[in-house]
Protein backbone atom coordinates (compact mmCIF):
# COMPACT_ATOMS: atom_id res chain seq x y z
CA UNK A 1 0.00 0.00 0.00
CA UNK A 2 1.57 3.42 -1.00
CA UNK A 3 1.57 6.24 1.30
CA UNK A 4 -0.88 7.97 -0.42
CA UNK A 5 -3.19 5.46 -1.14
CA UNK A 6 -5.60 6.35 1.57
CA UNK A 7 -6.18 9.79 -0.25
CA UNK A 8 -7.92 8.22 -3.63
CA UNK A 9 -11.00 8.49 -3.98
CA UNK A 10 -12.67 6.19 -6.70
CA UNK A 11 -15.02 8.62 -8.88
CA UNK A 12 -15.96 5.70 -11.12
CA UNK A 13 -17.24 3.63 -8.93
CA UNK A 14 -18.94 6.15 -6.60
CA UNK A 15 -22.79 5.02 -6.31
CA UNK A 16 -24.33 7.86 -4.31
CA UNK A 17 -24.56 11.05 -5.65
CA UNK A 18 -22.43 12.79 -2.43
CA UNK A 19 -19.68 11.21 -0.50
CA UNK A 20 -17.90 12.80 2.60
CA UNK A 21 -14.87 12.29 3.50
CA UNK A 22 -12.24 13.25 6.27
CA UNK A 23 -8.92 13.27 6.68
CA UNK A 24 -6.00 13.68 9.81
CA UNK A 25 -2.51 15.22 8.35
CA UNK A 26 0.07 14.64 10.52
CA UNK A 27 4.10 15.46 10.48
CA UNK A 28 3.56 12.46 8.79
CA UNK A 29 1.81 13.30 5.54
CA UNK A 30 4.00 16.97 5.26
CA UNK A 31 7.23 14.60 5.53
CA UNK A 32 6.08 12.13 2.77
CA UNK A 33 5.02 14.99 0.39
CA UNK A 34 8.98 15.95 0.68
CA UNK A 35 7.86 19.60 -0.29
CA UNK A 36 9.95 22.72 0.37
CA UNK A 37 6.92 24.88 1.59
CA UNK A 38 5.98 22.99 5.02
CA UNK A 39 7.83 20.23 6.50
CA UNK A 40 5.58 20.13 10.08
CA UNK A 41 1.80 20.47 11.08
CA UNK A 42 -1.53 18.95 11.76
CA UNK A 43 -4.82 19.73 9.90
CA UNK A 44 -8.20 18.28 9.65
CA UNK A 45 -9.51 17.84 6.19
CA UNK A 46 -13.41 17.55 5.56
CA UNK A 47 -13.64 16.42 1.88
CA UNK A 48 -17.10 16.38 -0.06
CA UNK A 49 -17.70 15.16 -3.35
CA UNK A 50 -21.07 15.73 -5.37
CA UNK A 51 -21.45 13.77 -8.33
CA UNK A 52 -22.94 16.41 -11.16
CA UNK A 53 -26.79 15.37 -12.68
CA UNK A 54 -26.29 13.68 -16.23
CA UNK A 55 -22.43 13.95 -16.71
CA UNK A 56 -19.21 12.79 -15.90
CA UNK A 57 -18.43 15.53 -13.41
CA UNK A 58 -17.61 16.21 -9.71
CA UNK A 59 -17.01 19.09 -7.40
CA UNK A 60 -14.84 18.39 -4.89
CA UNK A 61 -15.43 20.63 -1.94
CA UNK A 62 -12.26 20.66 0.44
CA UNK A 63 -12.06 22.73 4.11
CA UNK A 64 -9.24 22.03 5.87
CA UNK A 65 -8.33 23.93 9.74
CA UNK A 66 -4.73 23.70 11.52
CA UNK A 67 -1.39 24.33 12.04
CA UNK A 68 1.75 24.34 9.85
CA UNK A 69 5.01 24.97 11.06
CA UNK A 70 6.97 27.34 8.86
CA UNK A 71 10.05 28.94 9.26
CA UNK A 72 10.05 32.85 10.47
CA UNK A 73 10.86 35.56 7.55
CA UNK A 74 12.78 37.80 9.98
CA UNK A 75 14.87 35.49 12.41
CA UNK A 76 14.49 31.86 10.75
CA UNK A 77 13.00 29.69 13.63
CA UNK A 78 10.60 27.53 13.00
CA UNK A 79 7.03 29.23 14.44
CA UNK A 80 3.62 27.75 14.04
CA UNK A 81 1.30 29.11 11.48
CA UNK A 82 -2.36 28.60 11.69
CA UNK A 83 -4.32 27.99 8.49
CA UNK A 84 -7.59 27.68 7.34
CA UNK A 85 -8.88 27.04 3.96
CA UNK A 86 -11.56 26.45 1.61
CA UNK A 87 -11.43 25.72 -1.88
CA UNK A 88 -12.96 23.63 -4.79
CA UNK A 89 -12.10 21.29 -7.55
CA UNK A 90 -13.81 20.49 -10.38
CA UNK A 91 -13.05 16.91 -11.71
CA UNK A 92 -14.13 14.67 -14.97
CA UNK A 93 -13.54 12.11 -16.76
CA UNK A 94 -12.08 11.91 -19.89
CA UNK A 95 -9.02 10.40 -21.96
CA UNK A 96 -5.97 11.33 -20.63
CA UNK A 97 -5.28 13.01 -16.85
CA UNK A 98 -4.91 16.55 -17.49
CA UNK A 99 -5.30 20.25 -16.14
CA UNK A 100 -7.38 22.43 -18.09
CA UNK A 101 -8.06 25.82 -16.41
CA UNK A 102 -10.57 24.59 -13.49
CA UNK A 103 -10.76 21.72 -14.22
CA UNK A 104 -8.60 18.35 -13.47
CA UNK A 105 -9.53 15.48 -16.33
CA UNK A 106 -9.06 12.14 -14.80
CA UNK A 107 -8.94 8.73 -17.41
CA UNK A 108 -12.07 7.27 -17.50
CA UNK A 109 -10.43 3.74 -17.52
CA UNK A 110 -8.49 4.32 -14.24
CA UNK A 111 -12.18 6.70 -13.11
CA UNK A 112 -9.81 7.94 -9.40
CA UNK A 113 -8.23 10.98 -8.37
CA UNK A 114 -5.47 10.97 -5.68
CA UNK A 115 -6.04 14.49 -3.71
CA UNK A 116 -3.20 14.16 -1.27
CA UNK A 117 -1.12 17.03 -3.60
CA UNK A 118 -4.32 19.21 -3.71
CA UNK A 119 -4.51 19.24 -0.35
CA UNK A 120 -0.99 19.91 0.07
CA UNK A 121 -1.48 22.80 -2.55
CA UNK A 122 -4.43 24.07 -0.86
CA UNK A 123 -2.91 24.40 2.68
CA UNK A 124 0.34 25.97 1.23
CA UNK A 125 -1.47 28.57 -0.79
CA UNK A 126 -3.94 29.66 3.06
CA UNK A 127 -0.25 30.29 4.05
CA UNK A 128 0.43 34.19 4.03
CA UNK A 129 2.93 35.89 1.50
CA UNK A 130 4.75 37.00 5.28
CA UNK A 131 5.43 34.86 8.15
CA UNK A 132 6.73 36.23 11.35
CA UNK A 133 6.41 35.52 14.94
CA UNK A 134 4.41 38.07 17.32
CA UNK A 135 6.08 40.61 18.58
CA UNK A 136 8.74 40.16 21.01
CA UNK A 137 8.65 36.35 20.10
CA UNK A 138 11.78 36.65 17.47
CA UNK A 139 15.15 34.78 18.12
CA UNK A 140 16.87 37.59 20.46
CA UNK A 141 19.96 36.82 19.05
CA UNK A 142 19.00 37.13 15.21
CA UNK A 143 16.75 40.43 15.66
CA UNK A 144 19.37 42.29 17.37
CA UNK A 145 21.99 41.40 14.60
CA UNK A 146 19.07 42.05 11.86
CA UNK A 147 18.37 45.29 13.71
CA UNK A 148 22.25 46.04 14.00
CA UNK A 149 22.23 46.04 9.99
CA UNK A 150 18.84 47.50 9.61
CA UNK A 151 19.50 50.91 11.56
CA UNK A 152 20.09 54.23 10.48
CA UNK A 153 21.23 55.55 13.14
CA UNK A 154 22.09 54.44 16.93
CA UNK A 155 19.53 56.55 18.10
CA UNK A 156 16.06 54.77 16.18
CA UNK A 157 13.62 52.38 17.87
CA UNK A 158 13.67 48.85 17.41
CA UNK A 159 12.50 47.39 14.12
CA UNK A 160 8.48 46.45 14.08
CA UNK A 161 8.26 45.96 17.42
CA UNK A 162 11.02 43.58 17.62
CA UNK A 163 12.46 43.27 21.47
CA UNK A 164 16.33 43.89 20.83
CA UNK A 165 18.64 42.34 23.31
CA UNK A 166 21.84 44.84 23.20
CA UNK A 167 25.24 43.88 24.87
CA UNK A 168 27.99 46.07 24.87
CA UNK A 169 29.56 44.64 21.73
CA UNK A 170 26.39 45.56 20.16
CA UNK A 171 26.65 49.17 21.26
CA UNK A 172 30.38 49.55 20.55
CA UNK A 173 29.91 48.28 16.66
CA UNK A 174 27.18 50.19 16.12
CA UNK A 175 29.34 53.68 16.73
CA UNK A 176 31.74 52.29 14.28
CA UNK A 177 30.72 52.96 10.61
CA UNK A 178 31.68 52.87 7.32
CA UNK A 179 32.08 55.96 5.46
CA UNK A 180 31.19 54.43 2.10
CA UNK A 181 28.16 53.71 2.98
CA UNK A 182 27.22 57.48 4.28
CA UNK A 183 25.83 58.24 0.60
CA UNK A 184 23.33 55.57 0.65
CA UNK A 185 22.41 56.64 4.42
CA UNK A 186 21.46 60.02 2.56
CA UNK A 187 19.19 57.96 0.12
CA UNK A 188 17.18 56.79 3.29
CA UNK A 189 17.17 60.34 4.65
CA UNK A 190 15.42 61.93 1.62
CA UNK A 191 12.54 59.27 1.54
Not at 127 to 151: F, Q, Y
Request: with cysteine; glycine share 6%.
Amino acid sequence: MGKFEKYKIDLKGMQAPLMSLEYDLDNQFFADIDAPEVGKGKAHVALEVKKQTASDAFELSFDIEGVVVIQCDRCLDDMEQEIVASDKLMVKLGSDYAEDGDWVIVPEEEGEINVAWFIYEFIALAIPMKHVHAPGKCNKAMAGKLSKHLRVSADDEDMAGVEMEEDEDLESTSQISDPRWNELKKILDNN
